[in-house]
């Protein structure tokens, strides 16, 4: 397929939705785009976008497909242990509210399970939880908080009795944690950025970004955390420069900005 078409592509796609393929690793995007299109039997990539444009329902399908909402609580549990046994302990001993920031968040499992863990460990202490995604459909799933046994996972039985409710064969999310997350919509590659986090969890976001784009998301985490605030990352999503980006050593998966 010819490079014109892909450059056209990509352009018509990013006004359409926003969506800069480029901030994409090439290789990957162009292999699961292809993936995605031969299964519609688009014969190129103008006429898929064609398809898209006239399309809404594969258009959503697309947008899904390309940005992978897969998920579930307590995701890489040791992870979360440790951010519950060490890295909030220590926030908590410098902050007694804590102004936290689930970046990419889908449809809000992450979220949600920190607002567990912060509801047990600091009981009737308000914190903010801010939980944003581009994805306004996985947002709307991330308010109603009804979850399958796919998303239902690492939970203890305790929080699972306290926090959940079964309904059918879906559990929901008790009101009282529901409350404590604030969903909102926001693109990493596009968006302003707040600032002032004590604590900024991107899991799993980054896995098709380039190299570039990361790194430019990193150095925006690290200007939007306060000094001593911490990235945590997914567990196969290690930041090897670091230390050039302006983070210090802390814990495997979770980087410190320097006091
Ligand atoms: C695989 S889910 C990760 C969910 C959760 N963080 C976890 O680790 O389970 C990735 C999410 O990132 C979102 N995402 C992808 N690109 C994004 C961008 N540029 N800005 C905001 N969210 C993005 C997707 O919509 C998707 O919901």
């Given at each position: 397929?010819?490079?014109?078409?892909?450059?056209t592509?990509?352009?018509?796609?990013?006004?359409?939705?926003?969506?800069?393929?480029?901030?994409?690793?090439?290789?990957?995007?162009?292999?699961?785009?292809?993936?995605f299109?031969?299964?519609?039997?688009?014969?190129?990539?103008?006429?898929?976008?064609?398809?898209?444009?006239t399309?809404?329902?594969?258009?959503?399908?697309?947008?899904?497909?390309?940005t992978?909402?897969?998920?579930?609580?307590?995701?890489?549990?040791?992870?979360?242990?440790?951010?519950?046994?060490k890295?909030?302990?220590?926030?908590?001993a410098?902050?007694?509210?804590?102004?936290?920031?689930?970046?990419?968040?889908?449809?809000?499992a992450?979220p949600?399970?920190?607002?567990?863990?912060?509801?047990d460990?600091?009981?009737?202490?308000?914190?903010?939880?801010l939980?944003?995604?581009?994805?306004?459909?996985?947002?709307?799933?991330a308010?109603?908080?009804?979850?399958?046994?796919?998303?239902?996972?690492?939970?203890?039985?305790?929080r699972?009795?306290?926090y959940?409710?079964?309904?059918?064969?879906?559990?929901?999310v008790?009101?009282?944690?529901?409350?404590?997350?604030?969903?909102?919509?926001?693109?990493?590659?596009?968006?302003?950025?707040?600032?002032?986090?004590d604590?900024?969890?991107?899991?799993?976001?980054?896995?098709?970004?380039?190299?570039?784009?990361?790194?430019?998301?990193?150095?925006?985490?690290?200007?939007?955390?306060?000094?001593?605030g911490?990235?945590f990352?997914?567990?196969?999503?290690a930041?090897?420069?670091?230390?050039?980006?302006g983070?210090e050593?802390?814990?495997p998966?979770?980087?410190?900005k320097?006091?």
């Amino acid at each position: 397929m010819s490079t014109q078409d892909w450059e056209t592509f990509k352009q018509k796609f990013n006004s359409k939705s926003n969506i800069n393929l480029n901030d994409y690793k090439p290789t990957q995007m162009q292999r699961r785009i292809g993936n995605f299109m031969n299964r519609q039997g688009a014969g190129g990539y103008l006429e898929f976008f064609n398809m898209l444009n006239t399309n809404p329902k594969l258009y959503k399908e697309f947008v899904d497909y390309l940005t992978i909402n897969v998920t579930e609580f307590f995701r890489t549990p040791e992870k979360f242990a440790e951010l519950e046994t060490k890295v909030l302990p220590d926030l908590l001993a410098k902050n007694a509210r804590l102004n936290i920031w689930s970046a990419g968040c889908s449809i809000g499992a992450e979220p949600y399970s920190l607002a567990m863990i912060l509801k047990d460990m600091t009981p009737g202490t308000k914190h903010r939880i801010l939980a944003t995604d581009l994805d306004v459909e996985m947002l709307e799933k991330a308010r109603k908080a009804v979850y399958t046994t796919t998303e239902y996972k690492n939970i203890s039985n305790a929080r699972q009795s306290k926090y959940f409710k079964l309904e059918g064969t879906n559990y929901s999310v008790s009101n009282d944690i529901k409350g404590l997350v604030e969903f909102k919509k926001h693109n990493l590659l596009l968006d302003a950025f707040e600032t002032g986090f004590d604590l900024i969890l991107c899991r799993n976001v980054v896995i098709y970004f380039t190299e570039e784009a990361k790194d430019a998301l990193y150095r925006r985490f690290l200007a939007a955390l306060k000094p001593g605030g911490v990235l945590f990352v997914g567990g196969t999503e290690a930041i090897l420069n670091f230390r050039d980006i302006g983070f210090e050593h802390y814990l495997p998966f979770f980087y410190r900005k320097p006091r």
